[in-house]
């Protein structure tokens, strides 16, 4: 999280962060606690990710790109899936055969979202915005990330103005309840 870059960078680079820990959990033996560790950093990642697109990089598709309100709303209704799957896996443990049904399903669904964005809105929004856009889009996005919820709330706002106004309030009782708990430290 908070890779610098314009936001095609930024973005990207937070792709390959989550792919290398859908890697390190596969690595893992079934019953390992450590991948529920993991996936609890694979949660945490993917919403902060999710909620600094919502909040800055589908207004500005929808804003600039042609077809971008058709656009947005196909990539915010597969952050809404993934989401709610990610909710599930919070009562799964490691051992579990749920555990490693979510986790595969997730895999697939953020490898289809990554590879759209990726082949396709990246491209399409480089050619409607400038170097300096890219790059204050990059600025927002990382900002965003460090104040956003690090736990799924499927049914929090996902578009402007009141996901922009409610999940920072999110963000700090989930990062709270994390340094409480001691959710997504790494050990």
Sequence with gaps: MGHGGNVIE????????????????????????????????????LVRHSVAEE????????????GGDDLADQEITEHGEVERML??????????????????????????????EENRVFPMLADVCSADALRELGDKVRAAKQHAPTRPHPSAPDTPPANKLLAPGAGLVDRLRDMLTGRGKQG
């Design 10 to 45: 930024e973005l990207t680079a937070d792709h390959r962060e989550v792919e290398e820990l859908f890697a390190q959990i596969e690595a893992l033996p079934g019953a390992d606690e450590r991948r529920r560790e993991l996936a609890d950093r694979l949660t945490m990642e």
């Design 87 to 116: 909710k599930e896996l919070e009562d799964c443990r490691p051992g579990d055969g749920r555990f490693d049904t979510l986790i595969l399903r997730l895999k697939n669904a953020v490898a289809g979202h990554v590879s759209d």
């Design 55 to 66: 909040q800055y990089l589908y207004p500005t598709v929808r804003r600039y790109v042609d």
